[in-house]
């Protein structure tokens, strides 16, 4: 092997080690997210987020 494709299987193995770190936090972060409970009765305080935001959009020229 040149030194060259030895290098690119160790870059190879250090990003595969990455990927398995991170899904592993990913399955951890999902079976945590199974056990989330809403308070009985409780409501958002937050209504009608999807309303318009503000009024007439102005488009002006850009001076020279």
């Known amino acids: ?3 060259e494709t ?3 299987a160790v870059d ?3 990003a595969d080690e990455t990927k398995k ?3 592993e936090a990913l399955e951890r972060k999902k079976q945590q997210g199974d056990n989330r409970i ?5 409501e958002s ?3 009608g ?3 318009k935001a503000g009024g007439k959009r ?3 020229r850009k001076s020279v």
């Not at 809403?38 to 409780?42: E, F, H, K, S």
């Open 6 to 8: 030895q290098q690119d």
């Open 21 to 23: 770190k991170f899904r």
């Open 12 to 14: 190879q193995q250090k």
């Open 45 to 47: 305080p937050i209504h």
């Open 49 to 51: 987020v999807h309303g």
């Open 58 to 60: 102005q488009f002006r």
């Open 1 to 3: 092997m040149t030194d």
């Open 38 to 42: 809403a308070a009985a009765g409780a």
